[in-house]
């Protein structure tokens, strides 16, 4: 009797072997030795860990929310930010029911013939008392805020801040991408 495999067994096994070998490598590799692909293709900058916002938060939650944290009387850096958010949602097309824009007034709240006028729909909040502002601003990154602005998940979390003196497709694309993996909001 002959030991050997049939023809169709050594076909079988390569056939068996041509997709398990690499599925197992990239398994190994991935999970066993940490290998990670080293590009993001993220335009903002990634808050991590994400950091929770303060109790007096609660109306930013249900929705994801781009962020600007300013002067109520709404200097031209202020205006300059409340357009780019304003386009960016916009751009936004079958998502932009899912993105609030908010403006945190920590001083001089508010200017609000322009804010309806320009940014109608946006969501202003007043946090110009002592204890509302130091809340606040302990959660938020040692940046400079007039040029940022800050995206916050369904959860009530800070997840990325973007300069707003970058290119508005950048955050428009991670905004997409954020969107599309989200369950929540």
Not at 102 to 127: M, Q, R, S
Not at 140 to 153: A, G, N, R, S, W
Request: with cysteine; glycine share 6%; aromatic share 8%.
């Amino acid at each position: 009797m002959n030991d050997a495999p049939r023809p169709q067994r050594r076909t079988l096994y390569l056939l068996l072997a041509l997709f398990l070998v690499p599925l197992a490598a990239s398994f190994l590799l991935y999970y066993v030795f940490g290998w990670r692909p080293g590009s993001q293709n993220i335009h903002g900058e990634l808050i991590s860990p994400v950091r929770p916002l303060p109790a007096g938060a609660e109306a930013l939650r249900k929705d994801w929310a781009l962020v600007y944290v300013g002067d109520g009387r709404c200097d031209s850096d202020c205006r300059t930010a409340l357009v780019f958010a304003r386009q960016t949602r916009l751009s936004l097309n079958k998502d932009m029911d899912r993105v609030n824009r908010v403006l945190l007034a920590t001083d001089n709240c508010c200017e609000v013939e322009y804010l309806k006028k320009e940014h109608e729909g946006i969501k202003v909040f007043d946090v110009s008392e002592p204890e509302d502002r130091a809340d606040l601003i302990s959660v938020l990154p040692d940046v400079e805020l007039k040029h940022t602005l800050f995206v916050i998940d369904p959860l009530g979390n800070l997840v990325m801040r973007y300069d707003v003196r970058k290119d508005p497709a950048g955050l428009r694309d991670d905004l997409r991408k954020l969107l599309k993996l989200s369950h929540i909001g």
